[in-house]
């Protein structure tokens, strides 16, 4: 891409003199970093580009991350990643017994073109992210409200029954089919935002994923920024809204978000001056980066998990043999040691160890032995007579790319199968998860709250997020028991129960947890790292190293 190479300039005396340059001094142009810090500018790496910048249909964190710049909940994540903070809603209650939430919003709170933000906007928004006709894959976000997936999955059609109420127009109240501490941290979800009504009805989006509604001009949104520009592939823009609540303590006057999925060149960007942040970094630079400049290097494990789903409703991977031979044939810290090298640690659980607080034993193991003998069970001795199947790869990173490759050597070593790898563009990996036309794919799942519940919803039978297409009773019932259990021994059983049934179906066989590494410019304030990869937008702010 043309937009990450540094372009050289020449300069002659009869054009251009010292004191006619800009910030970046005499004899080169000054480079997008020298600028941004001279008009307050942000410009950050955004890994892939987005399929589009509906909040309530999106299933993608490189989505997410861009929406938390245009859009405010009734609540907000600090940078620490832990602590919420007001949004629209300025205060807020709750009961005794744990399940009903009632916030009070702020009358300064008001739309971008000055509207305000009311409570049957948030009622609308959470409304069309239910909505089965959208059929969002992160709905499960909401099910924790009573009767929510009932509507979503049509047992009720009236969305008045749901436990979503606004008794005026400054006042939300959810009441809960459970008690769910972590509720009030789901809220900053990116997903659970308001919707201007107006401005979706206008351009047609009611009923269908995307939209003219949500392209710049016609976006209608209530966060610090505003969308102001977008070339596909090449530049997301977003700038200062000077009607936020807050605008007065943002000190960015621009974000400028740059899609490339191939880290390599992202990282050129950032030497040549054309990035402030990076979404990533190439393996190969990591320790270099961390030896020679450690301060620009952040490093911190996240809760993102990447694990392979295996579509259990079509063969081969309709037997559970044979997903749990694919599983127990991945060398787990071979890969680590030899493959990641600083990207990711070895994972022998579902969900991440300490997620939430919980402590996990080691689910799953690397069992050569063990994996050839069910391959055998299942028909396919020394892997005589595999059909042919690709891995699906959601991405053209050469990092990503590595680790596929390495699984799939694993798998011809052990099991004596050959499976190709079949590469594709992110939002069209996005669309075969939707579909389900794969056979097994790379998959992974960056959480939104520090609990194990919300990624082991992604077993239950029929859940938006279920990619694997499983279904088991028994993981039902055990998931049911994590949220209705009476006290804290009863849930943390429940939560190894459900670990162990994954474990032993292979729905989903856990390859590594991630840690972050992002470039950090020097001239970046109040960047901060943590779990959930949360950034607070308001918080940042560019200038010269003291």
């Known amino acids: 891409m043309t937009l990450f190479l540094r372009v050289a300039t020449p300069v002659t005396a009869a054009t251009l003199t010292c004191a006619t340059l800009l910030v970046a001094g005499c004899g080169r142009r000054e480079t997008t970093v020298e600028s941004g810090l001279r008009t307050q500018t942000l410009h950050v790496g955004n890994q892939s580009e987005p399929p589009d910048l509906d909040p309530h249909t999106n299933n993608s964190s490189i989505v997410g991350y861009i929406h938390d710049a245009l859009l405010e909940g009734l609540v907000r994540l600090a940078k620490d990643g832990a602590t919420v903070l007001p949004g629209v809603a300025e205060r807020w209650e709750i009961s005794p017994d744990g399940r009903t939430y009632t916030f009070h919003l702020r009358t300064g709170a008001v739309w971008s073109n000055g509207d305000p933000v009311t409570a049957e906007d948030f009622v609308a928004g959470f409304r069309r992210f239910l909505d089965p006709k959208l059929g969002c894959e992160a709905a499960n976000f909401l099910f924790s409200v009573e009767r929510a997936r009932d509507f979503l999955e049509g047992r009720t059609k009236d969305f008045a029954d749901?436990?979503?109420?606004?008794?005026?127009?400054?006042?939300?109240?959810?009441?809960?089919?459970?008690?769910?501490?972590?509720?009030?941290?789901?809220?900053?979800?990116?997903?659970?935002?308001?919707?201007?009504?107006?401005?979706?009805?206008?351009?047609?989006?009611?009923?269908?994923?995307?939209?003219?509604?949500?392209?710049?001009?016609?976006?209608?949104?209530?966060?610090?920024?505003?969308?102001?520009?977008?070339?596909?592939h090449t530049v997301i823009v977003?700038?200062?809204?000077?009607?936020?609540?807050?605008?007065?303590?943002?000190?960015?006057?621009?974000?400028?978000?740059?899609?490339?999925?191939?880290?390599?060149?992202?990282?050129?960007?950032?030497?040549?001056?054309?990035?402030?942040?990076?979404?990533?970094v190439p393996q190969s630079k990591i320790e270099a980066y961390a030896r020679s400049v450690p301060s620009e290097l952040r490093?911190?494990?996240?809760?993102?998990?990447?694990?392979?789903?295996?579509?259990?409703?079509?063969?081969?991977?309709?037997?559970?043999?044979?997903?749990?031979?694919?599983?127990?044939?991945?060398?787990?810290?071979?890969?680590?040691?030899?493959?990641?090298?600083?990207?990711?640690?070895?994972?022998?659980?579902?969900?991440?160890?300490?997620?939430?607080?919980?402590?996990?034993?080691?689910?799953?193991?690397?069992?050569?032995?063990?994996?050839?003998?069910?391959?055998?069970?299942?028909?396919?001795?020394?892997g005589a007579g595999f059909p042919k199947v690709d891995y699906a790869v959601g991405s053209r990173n050469q990092d990503n790319l590595a680790v596929a490759q390495a699984l799939q050597e694993m798998w011809h070593q052990t099991l004596g199968v050959k499976v190709g790898i079949a590469?594709?563009?992110?939002?069209?990996?996005?669309?075969?998860?939707?579909?389900?036309?794969?056979?097994?794919?790379?998959?992974?799942?960056?959480?939104?709250?520090?609990?194990?519940?919300?990624?082991?919803?992604?077993?239950?039978?029929?859940?938006?997020n279920n990619d694997a297409g499983w279904s088991d009773p028994r993981y039902d019932a055990a998931f049911a028991a994590v949220n209705s259990a009476p006290d804290e021994p009863a849930r943390r059983a429940a939560i190894a129960r459900c670990e162990q049934l994954i474990a032993e179906e292979a729905p989903y066989a856990p390859v590594y947890f991630s840690i972050q590494n992002r470039l950090v410019h020097p001239t970046v304030v109040g960047w901060h790292n943590n779990p959930l990869q949360k950034t607070d937008w308001t918080a940042l702010s560019l200038a010269r190293p003291k």
Do not use: C
Not at 312 to 333: G, K, M, S
Not at 439 to 462: C, K, Q, R, Y
């Open 162 to 232: 749901v436990g979503i109420k606004a008794p005026d127009a400054r006042t939300v109240v959810f009441r809960l089919a459970f008690r769910a501490p972590y509720f009030l941290a789901l809220l900053t979800d990116s997903h659970l935002r308001p919707l201007h009504r107006p401005s979706l009805e206008k351009f047609g989006g009611v009923d269908r994923r995307g939209g003219k509604w949500t392209q710049p001009g016609n976006f209608v949104t209530n966060g610090p920024f505003v969308l102001t520009e977008w070339k596909p």
């Open 238 to 280: 977003v700038t200062k809204n000077s009607r936020y609540w807050d605008a007065a303590r943002v000190g960015l006057e621009a974000i400028r978000f740059y899609p490339t999925e191939d880290s390599a060149a992202e990282e050129r960007a950032y030497r040549a001056g054309q990035l402030h942040v990076t979404m990533e």
């Open 299 to 382: 490093s911190a494990p996240v809760l993102r998990s990447n694990f392979v789903s295996f579509s259990t409703q079509r063969p081969p991977f309709n037997d559970a043999r044979v997903r749990r031979a694919f599983a127990l044939a991945i060398d787990r810290e071979r890969l680590a040691a030899s493959v990641l090298k600083g990207r990711g640690e070895p994972a022998f659980s579902y969900v991440r160890p300490g997620t939430g607080g919980y402590a996990f034993p080691p689910f799953h193991r690397f069992d050569p032995a063990e994996a050839r003998k069910l391959l055998a069970e299942a028909g396919f001795p020394g």
């Open 423 to 464: 590469s594709m563009e992110f939002k069209v990996w996005l669309d075969v998860l939707r579909t389900k036309t794969f056979a097994f794919t790379a998959d992974n799942w960056n959480m939104g709250i520090n609990d194990p519940s919300e990624m082991l919803a992604l077993g239950v039978t029929g859940d938006p």
